[in-house]
């Protein structure tokens, strides 16, 4: 397990009749940038909604960073972080409320939301509209305080659900030089996206489809595999 | 604790940056409070009356003198038959038709006993009750005195007995004394319903809770987070609130006022307690309001406000013991009104504290991290 920042086995969820994720088995390596693709309504969202205990499991089961997703999903979120797709900052906070904020949910002393959010402040270059409400923001900057407000208590391992949805690309580069430092700071990035240049600077790649996991590797393997010269084609053979 | 305090700090920040909020939260309950305090009246100032005098005699008319002179009652026709009359009552045009019979002065004197006939439109109840008790202690007047004056012996000899009564605790039956403080307890606990019944889901739709449930923050906290201000916000609108009474209608305020303050805060947390567990069942804000709707219909038609809880049909009154709005009133009536001490509301304390710990409850389990 320890060696795994996440790993699963025969992970399935039903709702009624039907199968949303059927089954699915994977590890994801300590400091790994595993890119979690899938066609709209595949089953990537509900697998990860397991995978950071905001939904129980039907029947697998599964350990992120090193606790039981089935009965210790509380202590996973002591160690984990999660943006989700709507970036869910309060926008009638300031940029400073919201670190403040859930820098006190996550426990952290004064003195450590102080520090986080300086840190945050220059590493984003926020420091002008620190006192500007969120709703105020553009989204790409919204995007990036998103991200760096769900690694305010420093965890091991990120969610990252469709975060950069809606810009341009160039912000979106911006975005993964971000994920880039992370990951080389050690830590587990697991990010969804339906771009497939993005899926390119990821370490390893599954694509899920209809529930299932039909492929697993690094993109270059993936193209190899699937004969084709970029994950466009990789994606768009798998999920037809 | 310290987690808590965060949370709380949040909301408060939310609350004051709300520009609609605040003025929501204080000048409308006080416009409510005014307007409703006068004008939920359950007074009957004005009862239309129709005299058919069949008779057209001196005492006929005496007595249609003596009830129009009565300020309460205004005389809308005089019609000479009685059909006439009905027709002004078909238009609701007359609460009340007076009808004096052919000879009734005559057959007084001789000693018979003539009949009024009063015709009463009952499709407001109030007003026809209310209508014919007045008339009918003015008739019983003028007849007395006519007896008197014709020399005749009284004919029922017991009517001798003289009631006087006292109204304790509002001596002058100044109505808004007695509706202020219920309708202050009103307003309060229904604001403090709707605003938590509307939080949470708020929350939900916007997406930020999903972002609170990966955090290892406990159900408790997170409920008790979004109580305690609002809990304030309550608080602040029952003083604000107490305050404009006090000056406007100038409400007694016999009792300990801290004995109210104390009894609202258990009061509000079993409102917000309720508001709560209602949205954790909605998913949109639109859910959340008709279901709050709902029980603030009920809550309001039945929390002794308008109509007596006395009154109502057995099953009904316990209906009542559920219902935190009834006991808030009744502290509040007591206390103001008549300067009940703490022995005297203990049974109100007992139910809104056994209330306050349901709803609670159920709002911290119902509350789902996970799904």
Redesign the interface.
């Known amino acids: 397990m320890t060696e795994h920042a996440i790993e699963v086995t025969g992970l399935t969820k039903r709702f009624g009749d039907f199968t949303a994720v059927d089954a699915i088995s994977f590890h994801v390596s300590k400091g790994e940038i595993f890119g979690f693709l899938g066609a709209n309504g595949a089953g990537k969202t509900t697998a990860m909604r397991m995978l950071?205990?905001?939904?129980?499991p039907t029947e697998g089961d599964g350990f992120v960073a090193g606790y039981n997703i089935r009965t210790e999903?509380?202590?996973i979120?002591?160690g984990?972080g999660?943006m989700?797709q709507?970036f869910?900052?309060?926008?009638?906070?300031t940029v400073k409320?919201n670190i403040?904020?859930?820098g006190?949910?996550?426990?952290l002393s004064k003195k450590q939301i102080a520090e986080k959010t300086a840190e945050i402040l220059e590493e984003l270059d926020l420091l002008e509209v620190a006192k500007k409400?969120v709703g105020a923001l553009p989204l790409g900057w919204k995007q990036r305080l998103s991200f760096a407000v769900s690694m305010v208590h420093d965890p091991d391992i990120v969610f990252l659900d469709e975060p950069t949805g809606g810009v341009d690309p160039y912000v979106r580069r911006q975005f993964w030089e971000t994920i880039y430092q992370q990951a080389d700071a050690g830590r587990t990035i697991f990010v969804t996206t339906h771009y497939m240049d993005e899926a390119e600077y990821c370490d390893r790649v599954s694509i899920m489809v209809a529930g299932s996991i039909e492929a697993l590797d690094t993109p270059k393997e993936l193209k190899k595999q699937f004969a084709s010269t970029t994950m466009d084609d990789v994606f768009l053979k798998l999920a037809r | 604790m310290k987690i808590l305090a965060y949370l709380i700090q949040k909301e408060f920040t939310q609350i004051f940056r709300n520009k609609a909020l605040l003025p929501m939260m204080t000048i409308l309950p006080i416009v409510q409070l005014i307007v409703l305090s006068n004008a939920a009246s359950n007074e009957v100032k004005n009862v239309n009356l129709v005299v058919v005098d069949k008779d057209h005699s001196e005492q006929s008319r005496l007595l249609t003198r003596k009830i129009v002179a009565n300020e309460r009652f205004s005389l809308v026709s005089a019609p000479y038959s009685k059909e006439n009359a009905m027709e002004t009552m078909q238009t609701n045009g007359a609460d009340i038709v007076l009808e004096i019979p052919q000879n009734f002065e005559r057959s007084f004197l001789k000693g018979e006993r003539p009949q009024l006939q009063i015709l009463v439109n009952a499709i407001n109840g109030q007003q026809a009750t209310v209508g014919v008790g007045y008339l009918n202690s003015i008739i019983g007047t003028f007849n007395k005195e006519l007896q008197t004056r014709v020399g005749q012996p009284a004919i029922g000899k017991n009517a001798n007995i003289q009631i006087a009564s006292r109204n304790w605790y509002n001596p002058e039956i100044e109505y808004t004394h007695f509706m202020a403080p219920g309708i202050l307890a009103e307003l309060t606990a229904l604001l403090t319903i709707i605003l938590s019944a509307m939080n949470v889901v708020r929350e939900r739709e916007m997406g930020t809770i999903e972002q609170i449930n990966v955090t290892p923050i406990k159900k408790w906290q997170f409920i008790v987070g979004k109580l305690v201000p609002f809990l304030c916000v309550g608080l602040l609108l029952l003083t604000v609130g107490l305050i404009a009474s006090k000056l406007i209608f100038d409400i007694p305020m016999l009792g300990n006022i801290g004995i109210i303050f104390m009894y609202a805060i258990v009061n509000l947390i079993a409102v917000l307690g309720l508001g709560l567990l209602i949205s954790n069942f909605a998913n949109t804000q639109q859910q959340a309001i008709f279901v709050a709707f709902f029980f603030i219909l009920i809550f309001v038609l039945m929390c002794g406000l308008f109509t007596p809880i006395d009154s109502m049909p057995k099953w009904a009154q316990y209906f009542t013991i559920p219902n935190p709005l009834a006991h808030f009133i009744s502290v509040s009536r007591k206390v103001l009104m008549k300067g009940s001490g703490l022995a005297d509301i203990k049974m109100e304390f007992l139910y809104t504290f056994i209330l306050a710990i349901l709803f609670n409850s159920l709002a911290i389990w119902s509350y789902k991290k996970q799904s």
């Open positions: 950071i205990g905001l939904s129980k999903a509380e202590q979120k002591k984990i999660y989700s709507k869910s900052l309060y926008n009638d906070l409320e403040r904020f859930y006190g949910i996550y426990g409400t």
